[in-house]
C-alpha cells in the first residue's frame, strides 16, 4: 500500500498550490480519502473528505470555499486544490484512504510541507 503526496512547497500569501496523493495497493474507487493537516505543536486535523465515487465533500470551516478536494478514480489519485492561501495553513498535508466494513482499513501517507510566507 501506498500513498504518495505531492506538490507541496512555499507560497506567498493569497497564493495558490494543488496537492496530489497518487494511490496504490488497495481499491481506490471503494476508499473515502482524505487530506488532514498537522502544524507545529498541534494536532492533525481534518481538511476535507471527498466519498469513493466523489459525490459527497465536507471541508473543515477553516477551509470552506478555499479548498477543494477532488478524485480521480481512473488515476488513482486525489487532489486538494487550495488557493487564498493564509500563513495558518502552513503545515505538513497528509494523505488518508479509509474503508469501513467487512474489508475495512486506514491508510496515511508520509506527508508534504505547505509554508505560506512573504
Known amino acids: 500500500v501506498q500513498l504518495v503526496e505531492s506538490g507541496g512547497g512555499l507560497v506567498q500569501p493569497g497564493g495558490s498550490l494543488r496537492l496530489s496523493c497518487a494511490a496504490s495497493g488497495f481499491t481506490f474507487s471503494s476508499s473515502s480519502m482524505s487530506w488532514y493537516r498537522q502544524a507545529p505543536g498541534k494536532e492533525r486535523e481534518l481538511v476535507a473528505t471527498i466519498s469513493s465515487a466523489g459525490g459527497t465533500t465536507n471541508y473543515a470551516n477553516s477551509v470552506k470555499d478555499r479548498f477543494t478536494i477532488s478524485r480521480d478514480n481512473a488515476k488513482n489519485t486525489v487532489y486538494l486544490q487550495m488557493s487564498s492561501l493564509k500563513p495558518g495553513d502552513r503545515a505538513v498535508y497528509y494523505c488518508?484512504?479509509?474503508?469501513?466494513?467487512?474489508?475495512?482499513?486506514?491508510?496515511w501517507g508520509q506527508g508534504t510541507q505547505v509554508t505560506v510566507s512573504s
Open positions: 488518508n484512504a479509509r474503508r469501513f466494513g467487512l474489508i475495512s482499513y486506514n491508510y
